[in-house]
């Protein structure tokens, strides 16, 4: 949206100055000083709004148990405690209505492995502590068939966990047994911003 009022802006900018040109053939010196000082006055004010406005601030996601493509803990892995990390949640859209929390790993022998589903998170959730879900909130299916977070249970090697956070302009009408591809189709055209966090897990043998 502020590229096009930038755009309209400089449309009308140069407009006014093909007038000032014509304008100086015909007028005293000391009048198209004052306009020459206006139209200077009005292209720094924009500058500075575009500036200051046109900064787009990022949605983070973040964990206090392990840096983006650290190493998870094994206390929230299936060969541990089995429960969800800390998350910590900052620059959610104003306008945001509900997040999604997503949590996947690519690395899986058979595809894409779901691990937790979560969606209808209230928008001022500011960190999910460590085996805790937000009230309010709706766990889907993962790919053990559980309503649940399932930790990381690589069969070898080490894969990448995927933590993707979305915020959304609505909230989701979908019943608690929908999961990822279901939230995926129900969330396309409503999504303000999205972020996402890689932790690592490899069993040792």
């Known amino acids: 949206m502020l590229y096009v009022t930038a755009y309209k802006v400089h449309a009308c900018l140069y407009t ?49 148990a392990f840096m983006h493509n650290g190493q998870i803990p094994k206390k929230y892995t299936y060969d541990g405690s089995d429960i969800n990390p800390p998350l910590k949640i900052e620059d959610i859209p104003a306008s945001a209505k509900s997040l999604v929390l997503i949590v996947d790993d690519p690395d899986a022998p058979m595809g894409r492995w779901v691990h937790w589903v979560v969606w209808n998170i209230s928008p001022k959730t ?46 989701l009408n979908v019943g608690a047994g929908a999961g990822k591809t279901a939230i995926e189709l129900s969330m396309k055209g409503h999504i303000l911003a999205k972020a996402h966090l890689i932790g690592l897990y490899g069993r040792s043998r």
């Open 16 to 64: 006014f100055s093909l007038a000032l040109l014509f304008f100086k053939k015909r007028h005293c010196k000391e009048v198209v000083v004052r306009y020459e000082a206006m139209l200077f006055l009005f292209t720094l004010v924009f500058c500075l709004s575009a500036t200051i406005y046109g900064k787009k601030v990022r949605m983070k996601i973040s964990s206090s």
């Open 126 to 171: 500011a960190e999910l502590k460590e085996n805790f879900v937000p009230g309010g909130s709706v766990q889907g299916m993962n790919d053990f068939r559980k309503h649940d977070y399932g930790g990381p249970r690589p069969p070898s090697g080490t894969h990448r966990y995927f933590f993707k956070l979305y915020a959304l302009d609505t909230t």
